[in-house]
């Protein structure tokens, strides 16, 4: 199988997973909170709490630019939310035999091994999210608001509690 239908297909198998657990299409405030004196990824409907899980924090995406940003070039965050991304984007290598066999392929490795990168279309950010998703290893990636032009991007790394 080739590695583009592998990523897809672990996209699939993740979606169909999480859905199991939490209604993914249901648009949840994502909040992060202190528990336990751990900072959290909080889900939140109507101001109920739903799901509390650890989290990746990965980078932002500006709509109106249209650039991305790595969260390792970030200001202000913390040190192992950096050297989870840093340690993320070596896998890079994984690509670098194929760069050739395709515009995918090669937009991959250009967006791991770069610190922000121009995203010429909207059908990137979906391959975007897809890759993540297969070298992350997380449950499914949930993209935040910061304001009207910029999105968070964040993967559930696990659930911790999960409330009906």
């Known amino acids: 199988m080739n590695l583009l239908k592998k990523i897809t297909n672990n996209s699939k198998d993740k979606f169909n997973l999480i859905q199991k657990k939490i209604n993914i299409k249901k648009q949840y405030s994502i909040d992060f909170e202190n528990v336990n004196k751990e900072m959290k990824m909080v889900f939140k409907d109507k101001g109920i709490t739903k799901v509390i899980g650890d989290y990746h924090f990965f980078g932002t995406f500006n709509i109106q630019t249209k650039m991305w940003t790595w969260a390792n070039i970030i200001p202000n965050i913390s040190i192992d939310k950096i050297n989870y991304v840093n340690q993320l984007r070596l896998k890079a290598y994984i690509f670098e035999k194929n760069i050739n066999s395709s515009e995918i392929i090669m937009f991959f490795f250009q967006f791991l091994t770069n610190n922000s990168m121009f995203i010429p279309e909207e059908k990137y950010m ?37 409330m009906n």
Request: proline residues 3%; glycine residues 6%; negative net charge.
């Open 126 to 162: 979906g391959l975007i999210i897809d890759l993540l998703l297969y070298l992350s290893d997380d449950m499914y990636i949930f993209e935040r608001p910061l304001d009207s032009n910029t999105i968070e991007i964040y993967g559930l790394v696990k659930i911790n509690e999960l």
